[in-house]
């Protein structure tokens, strides 16, 4: 694939405002920025129909609540930098593409071109990933604007939200994989570690080679998940907020700490709920098996 110099570049000075971004035969513009977190940039977008009759993008969606009304999108966007980050963003899309759930946005279309930043400089690739686009925010944005204003989840609501299918609410396809893998190399641990940091567990920070990685890694995003869904933060930023330090270091040696006061008045049961899946060894973390039972009886006690 040779490098291009196509509509995509104008990605790259999207940060700064303004520019067309094409993908595949589809043209958008870049309204502004959403939000940004590892190697990606979320963008609001908005489609550019040159000729009124044109459905555009939407003729390629099966599903027709995925069309906007206004034309406007996410795109998510991503330079890759190197062969291990292309293949781990391919099996972001092939992943994508195969659910179809209310609870996950469904990826709208996809482009995986060669680019050039500049003369002087190698190819690379950049992905550009279409998502409909909810303006009212993510879970975690709601739950961090709650706590801005001090009001919280109850703890039946808690439960709820924890409980939708899938459990993971905070799924990020770019870190999907095996379940169950032993790591050989030091590149796998870097594909491992593309789980937001505040989220990763203990063993993907220093994974030795040769180890044992299998679902009850995820069993501690879980975990952190809930206590952000409950506090609006992950457990260890709100560590490092109250006494700072290193987040590795906190994550590492499970340094929780809960929120003192009044409000909200999370009972007990939730909190050891959270303990049991922020176990620093993996292997004496519950299963996802565990969790579903054990919530669906806190659901049963709190929901009456």
């Known amino acids: 694939m040779g490098c291009s110099f196509s509509g995509l570049n104008g990605l790259y000075d ?7 971004v094409w993908i595949n035969e589809n043209r958008f513009k870049i309204i502004r920025q959403l939000g940004e977190g590892g190697f990606a940039y979320v963008f609001l977008v908005k489609e550019v129909l040159s ?35 292309l293949e781990m963003v391919r099996e972001e899309i092939r992943v994508s ?27 690379k690739h950049q992905a550009c990933l279409l998502f409909p686009v909810h303006l009212d925010g993510t879970l975690l944005y709601n739950a961090k604007a709650m706590k801005a204003k001090k009001e919280f989840f109850s703890t039946s609501d808690v439960l709820q939200i924890f ?20 790591i050989r190399s030091r590149s796998e641990t870097l594909q491992l570690q593309h789980v937001s940091a505040p989220f990763r567990a203990p ?21 952190c998940t809930l206590y952000a869904i409950m506090y609006g933060v992950s457990p260890f930023e709100y560590a ?9 270091l906190a994550i590492v040696n499970a340094q929780m700490k809960w929120p003192t006061g009044p409000s909200p008045p999370y009972p007990e049961a939730l909190h050891q709920f959270v303990t049991w899946m922020l176990q620093p060894q993996a292997t004496v973390r519950p299963r996802i098996d565990d ?5 669906d009886k806190l659901i049963s006690k709190f929901s009456q």
């Open 291 to 295: 969790i579903l039972i054990h919530v």
């Open 51 to 85: 000729d009124p009759s044109n459905p555009g993008i939407s003729k390629k969606f099966k599903d027709p609540s995925h069309i906007s009304d206004d034309g406007t999108y996410a795109m998510k966007k991503l330079l890759i930098q190197n062969s291990e980050q």
């Open 97 to 123: 593409s195969l659910f179809s759930h209310p609870n996950l946005l469904p990826l709208l279309d996809h482009a995986i071109i060669s680019v050039k930043v500049s003369q002087d400089q190698s190819c």
């Open 14 to 20: 999207a940060v700064n405002g303004g520019g067309d």
């Open 240 to 248: 490092l907020g109250e006494s700072g330090g290193s987040l590795q």
């Open 203 to 223: 063993e993907l920070w220093d994974c030795p080679s040769q180890c044992d990685v299998d679902e009850r890694t995820d069993i501690w995003s879980l975990g």
């Open 163 to 182: 409980r939708q299918p899938p459990l993971a609410m905070l799924m990020d396809f770019g870190s999907a994989g095996p379940s169950r893998r032993q």
